[in-house]
């Protein structure tokens, strides 16, 4: 996984004087270093998909379209598939819950050699990957489930397994690899080495326009010498395989750019500087990485240059999956340790958990792990069925869990009171269960984070939920567009309201018998209804209100990205409680109380569209910025201010010596 700074773009200028294609079709990078704020942005757009050619649940809700029939009747596996996956997912289980020691990769922060080599037995390596090329051909569903299992023992694994196959090499090649690519290096992987995304680097993070590592073409044509730093690679330092994302000059005849390659992570030039320490995750096997005249041949250029971004971001739709299985894991896991724990903790006569101050939180509990459950499992669905575009159902997914994990992990440390605050070690140590419950909220914190920060997410999905406005009005708000394609961009756009605007004045869900098929969850269903439709209202009133601005107003965007997580989750679980009635009706239970909580948060997101701080908020920041409140710090010994807040760096050999660290995959089974 790789860990991304929270720097904001913006969600709606993208499209401001965008400089002219090359033959390709695409916008080429600016040079690397100091880049203006619009050509950030300009680098960003080109990496998007622009193109929408199958249908999407989440696009549909943020224009005030409830298409049910997308979701309705909810997805099933291939039962033979699910058979083969069961079995696996027993072995892993009987694996992990007999062999790995959770307790002792935190305290050594590293996993034993033995549990690589036990993964690799298992084919843990290669549970994404094709059955052709020796892997095991899990579906996303399963992948994911897989994780969870993995991670409720050790996050650490969870990580180690989601980072070599999400956004590692496998991913990108299965998506835009050659196939001599795929048949050179998947089976190596599926085997047991592992592999690594390299992106980010000391002064870049979720501005990629900035990248500085450079990948020049040898003068004979045979490859590229790779040239640079890159921080917070996640299996960095365990990594035999890596895709590292490198800027290719322009030239002519070329077209450079930002280029992703497969490099040998043993090959001549590279240095693992350092393994990087965090709050949580401490088996996390995390590199500072310099490359100093790596050399790659050019048949390791995955997808062709120029495509390294767009590669990462389409490898990115599926493989933010894994976090939040990784976060439905630990909602499990929390709602175990709070339901015992509740039940025989007796306080006041009577167990906590029949205080209402507790049953909230145990409420809360319960229905946000099937909500967020729920979520996970209809995309990973949606994307094992293939006919359907995931880019903001995945990523509101990561957003949502990421955050409401959080309120999770923090909700059980208050439920434990003083034991949620101390150790598992030091509870053990007196004769206590060892909940580590203080670590599963180190652990989480950083899902806020990892492949795109919670401010990221608000703003790559309001990008794409504003899209249709965008494709049709764009230029109208466009300083830069001269009145010929103003004039144009209005004829398309009212062609579009005229027909868009009175789908959002009545819908199903102002009928009283609307989605009565739902029983006691058509309610809830109506709600959706009409807060899809009020959304659409409230978004198109603020670009008409603020068009060209709408780019700052980051917190509004927010918002609305928020809520249609909300209705997206509310959905969700409706038609899977509505579906699996028979089988499992404690579930209609469970759905309503979730929706009934969440309904609660989406009113209070509506009343801070317009009720809010935010002008002040933004002015307070620049005071604080220019140094207008200093007096505020006194009083205390702030850190030390001998070393900068980023460190520099120079292209060159490395002088430090190599925190690599290397397993063998374990022999073929005869």
Request: glycine share 10%; proline share 6%.
């Amino acid at each position: 996984m790789a860990i991304a700074e929270n720097h904001s773009p913006s969600a709606t200028d993208s499209r401001n004087a965008d400089p002219a294609p090359d033959a390709s079709g695409q916008v080429p990078a600016p040079d690397a270093g100091q880049v203006s704020e619009k050509e950030a942005r300009q680098v960003a757009e080109a990496a998007r998909q622009t193109t929408w050619d199958r249908p999407s649940f989440g696009k549909e809700l943020f224009l005030g379209r409830l298409r049910l029939d997308l979701i309705d009747p909810w997805p099933r596996p291939d039962p033979e598939e699910q058979a083969r996956a069961e079995e696996f997912l027993g072995r892993l289980r009987d694996y992990v819950a007999a062999e790995v020691d959770g307790a002792a990769i935190e305290r050594d922060a590293r996993i034993p050699d033995e549990v690589f080599q036990g993964l690799a037995r298992l084919g843990a390596f290669g549970m994404k990957i094709g059955r052709e090329y020796g892997g095991l051909g899990l579906s996303n569903l399963h992948y994911c489930r897989a994780l969870m299992l993995a991670g409720s023992v050790s996050p650490a694994i969870g990580a180690l397994l989601s980072a070599h196959q999400s956004i590692g090499v496998p991913q990108p090649l299965k998506m835009f690899g050659s196939e001599e690519q795929r048949r050179r290096f998947l089976p190596r992987l599926a085997a047991g080495e592992v592999s690594a995304f390299l992106l980010t680097e000391p002064d870049v993070g979720s501005d990629p326009a900035r990248l500085a590592t450079t990948a020049e073409p040898t003068p004979d044509g045979a490859g590229y010498r790779i040239n640079g730093v890159k921080l917070w690679a996640t299996n960095g330092t365990v990594a035999t395989q890596l895709v590292v994302m490198a800027r290719v000059p322009k030239a002519e005849g070329r077209r450079g750019g930002i280029t992703a390659f497969v490099v040998d992570g043993d090959a001549e030039g590279i240095t693992v500087e350092r393994r990087n320490a965090f709050l949580g995750l401490r088996g996390l096997e995390n590199s500072l990485t310099r490359f100093h005249d790596v050399f790659v041949p050019k048949e390791n250029v995955i997808g062709g240059e120029g495509k390294g971004l767009r590669i990462a971001l389409s490898t990115l739709t599926t493989g933010r999956l894994s976090l939040p299985a990784m976060c439905v894991g630990a909602g499990k896991w929390a709602l175990n340790v709070a339901r015992e724990w509740s039940a025989e903790r007796v306080q006041w006569g009577r167990p906590v958990g029949e205080h209402e101050a507790v049953a909230q939180k145990l409420s809360f509990i319960a229905a946000t792990t099937y909500g967020m459950e729920t979520m996970l499992d209809l995309c990973c669905l949606l994307a094992d069925d293939d006919r359907n575009d995931i880019r903001i159902e995945a990523a509101l997914v990561k957003l949502y869990a990421s955050e409401m994990a959080w309120r999770i992990a923090d909700e059980l440390i208050q439920i434990r009171g003083g034991r949620g605050y101390e150790t598992a070690d030091s509870l053990a140590a007196r004769g206590e269960r060892p909940a580590a419950v203080e670590q599963m909220l180190r652990d989480l914190r950083i899902n806020r984070i990892f492949e795109g920060s919670t401010e990221i997410m608000h703003l790559l999905i309001a990008r794409e939920a504003v899209d249709a406005h965008l494709s049709v009005a764009g230029d109208i708000i466009d300083p830069d567009a001269g009145l010929s394609r103003k004039a144009k961009a209005g004829a398309r756009a009212g062609a579009f309201y005229a027909r868009w605007l009175p789908t959002l004045a009545v819908g199903k869900g102002q009928q009283p018998t609307g989605y009565g098929e739902f029983g006691p969850l058509a309610g809830h269903l109506r709600q959706v209804e009409r807060a899809s439709r009020k959304l659409a209202r409230s978004t198109f009133y603020a670009m008409s209100r603020w068009q060209g601005k709408m780019e700052r107003k980051q917190a509004f965007l927010g918002r609305v990205v928020d809520i249609g997580a909300e209705l997206f989750a509310m959905s969700a679980v409706c038609v899977r409680a509505h579906a699996e009635r028979d089988t499992r009706p404690e579930n209609v239970e469970l759905a309503d109380l979730f929706c009934r909580q969440a309904r609660v948060r989406v009113d209070a997101l509506f009343t801070a569209l317009w009720q809010n701080t935010d002008s002040i908020d933004v002015t307070a920041a620049k005071r604080i910025l220019a140094g207008r409140y200093t007096a505020l710090e006194d009083g205390v010994i702030p850190p030390p201010a001998d070393l900068p807040w980023v460190a520099p760096w120079t292209p060159g050999p490395s002088t430090a010596p190599t925190d690599a660290r290397r397993h063998l995959p374990p022999p073929p089974t005869p």
